[in-house]
T-cell receptor, first 114, second 113 residues
Framework: NAGVTQTPKFQVLKTGQSMTLQCAQDMNHEYMSWYRQDPGMGLRLIHYSVGAGITDQGEVPNGYNVSRSTTEDFPLRLLSAAPSQTSVYFC?????????????FGDGTRLSIL | AQSVTQLDSQVPVFEEAPVELRCNYSSSVSVYLFWYVQYPNQGLQLLLKYLSGSTLVESINGFEAEFNKSQTSFHLRKPSVHISDTAEYFCAVSVSGGFKTIFGAGTRLFVKA
């Protein structure tokens, strides 16, 4: 049971570099989402998707792009990394697009921007 | 828009003592409520959920939470904590018919021997 798999687990970038955080789930869930976790701020929603080809913005979308070409994969792209994007990033998925089901989380990607 | 407030950022407690972690939400429509637990260097795991029906919900490891619509609260309680309960706990809310789930800032529970 792989569940939600995130790669890489750790990454250090220089300001201005680009990077893609990978997320894959094997549960055939329609809904997938990306959060960032910062001390004292909990988890903040960056982007979410309700199915292949459909994405929308969350609370803090600036500086991030997403796409959903398949049900399984939901990558998060940083086009030009900034120190303010230093954070722990979590991908999650759930069964059903409406919010009445719990989410399944990956183990996170710890990203540092120098 | 919905929001979630966890009233305590840290809660220290001795082993075998009771604990309450507080959560208040704001929403003008019906909501679904969740508590998640996060152990160090791991992702979040579902602890319990309220969708409808009985306002008191329980987890398999002794936690319970009560949905109070009039006070817009969903506090988490355990009558006797263990060292292994040391973790960060997050309250989350989804609006009925909506797509987004919004999380609180988290409460760090420290259980001391």
């Amino acid at each position: 049971n792989a569940g939600v798999t995130q790669t890489p687990k750790f990454q250090v970038l220089k300001t201005g570099q680009s990077m893609t955080l990978q997320c894959a789930q094997d549960m055939n869930h329609e809904y997938m989402s990306w959060y960032r976790q910062d001390p004292g701020m909990g988890l903040r929603l960056i982007h979410y998707s309700v199915g292949a080809g459909i994405t929308d913005q969350g609370e803090v979308p600036n500086g991030y792009n997403v796409s959903r070409s398949t049900t399984e994969d939901f990558p998060l792209r940083l086009l030009s990394a900034a120190p303010s994007q230093t954070s722990v990033y979590f991908c999650a998925s759930r069964d059903g697009v409406r919010g009445n089901q719990p989410q399944h989380f990956g183990d996170g990607t710890r990203l540092s921007i120098l | 828009a919905q929001s979630v407030t966890q009233l305590d950022s840290q809660v220290p407690v001795f082993e075998e003592a009771p604990v309450e972690l507080r959560c208040n939400y704001s929403s003008s429509v019906s909501v679904y409520l969740f508590w998640y637990v996060q152990y160090p260097n791991q992702g979040l795991q579902l602890l319990l959920k309220y969708l409808s029906g009985s306002t008191l919900v329980e987890s398999i490891n002794g936690f319970e939470a009560e949905f109070n619509k009039s006070q817009t609260s969903f506090h988490l309680r355990k009558p006797s904590v263990h060292i292994s309960d040391t973790a960060e706990y997050f309250c989350a809310v989804s609006v009925s018919g909506g797509f987004k789930t919004i999380f609180g800032a988290g409460t760090r529970l420290f259980v001391k021997a």
